[in-house]
């Protein structure tokens, strides 16, 4: 089993920054990648960025490239993601997840809300 916890949401307004952090506890052997989702109100969850554990590989979704990026710190277990010149539509929760081959942990999410 692989336990994920995120933090670091909140209230920014437009064109502000945030930072989210995820840390990873339990069986961290078996993990490949982590990623971030959000799923606005009313909308389906969507993926944000992942990075793989071993080689970094970073993918974005179009949305968020070039304001958001994600790294990883593996001696502390944790994934970040820096978001920068945020916008209302980015608000949404906020899901860390863990990829164990087939298998997604997610954690409990985290709200991030943009508004003046």
């Known amino acids: 089993q692989v336990q994920v916890v995120e933090s670091g949401g909140g209230l920014v307004q437009p064109g502000g920054s945030l930072r989210l952090s995820c840390a990873a506890s339990g069986r961290i052997s078996s993990i490949a990648a982590m990623g971030w989702y959000r799923q606005a109100l009313g909308k389906q969850r969507e993926l944000v960025a992942t990075?793989?554990?071993?080689?970094?590989?970073?993918n974005y979704a179009d949305s968020v490239k070039g304001r958001f990026t994600i790294s990883r710190d593996n001696a502390k277990n944790t994934v970040y993601l820096q978001m920068n010149s945020l916008k209302p539509e980015d608000t949404a929760v906020y899901f860390c997840?863990?990829?164990?081959?087939?298998?997604?942990?997610w954690g409990q999410g985290t709200q991030v809300t943009v508004s003046s």
């Open positions: 997840s863990a990829h164990s081959g087939a298998i997604f942990y």
């Open positions: 990075i793989t554990k071993t080689n970094g590989i970073r």
